[in-house]
């Protein structure tokens, strides 16, 4: 009796480890209206990008929202996804719980089609990443993009300023070419 009741004040003064984060992914839906949609979970970095899934049409533009569990940045590119157009840092607590609410939604939807067991139309896939490789996208690290969304508010603040007193022609086109 002795034993036992040492045992289990050992395992409970026994420091506990931390339960283990979720694995990363990457899952991919092509929509019917001819959309892909990506989402990708890596080290407490979520994000959705949404672009055409027609080779054809690669300049088009492309819809990224990152967030950080605290903060959501939704960036629109043009080019494929090299030219950031125009892009919104959301501090808001219910635009970020809205987006997680959603991301988590279509993780456990993705997680479910990919089950082979399912007949789930071959239009989504779902990837484990491995928590030592990172997955090959280069935009997910949170605090470059927002420095990219700042720098890009700052140079169109620039440019409506320029345009404002009148020397327009000169310092829009310098502006833009930044």
Not at 143 to 159: E, M, Q
């Amino acid at each position: 009796m002795v034993v036992l009741v040492v045992f289990l004040l050992l395992a409970l003064a026994a420091p506990r480890a931390a339960p283990a984060a979720a694995p990363g992914f990457v899952a991919l839906d092509r929509l019917s209206d001819g959309e892909l949609e990506r989402r990708i979970k890596f080290e407490g970095v979520f994000a959705r990008e949404t672009s055409l899934a027609d080779p054809e049409h690669s300049e088009g533009l492309v819809l990224r929202e990152v967030s950080d569990g605290r903060r959501l940045v939704q960036l629109i590119y043009s080019d494929g996804g090299d030219t950031l157009v125009d892009c919104d840092i959301l501090r808001k607590r219910n635009a970020t719980r809205q987006f997680l609410r959603r991301f988590h939604a279509d993780e456990q939807r993705a997680r479910l089609a990919d089950d082979r067991a399912l007949k789930v139309p071959p239009n989504a896939t779902f990837t484990a990443l491995s928590p030592v490789a990172p997955p090959p996208e280069t935009w997910l690290h949170f605090p470059t993009l927002v420095a990219a969304c700042k720098k890009s508010h700052r140079r169109i603040n620039a440019l409506l300023h320029s345009r404002k007193n009148g020397d327009a022609d000169n310092n829009a086109e310098e502006q833009l070419a930044r």
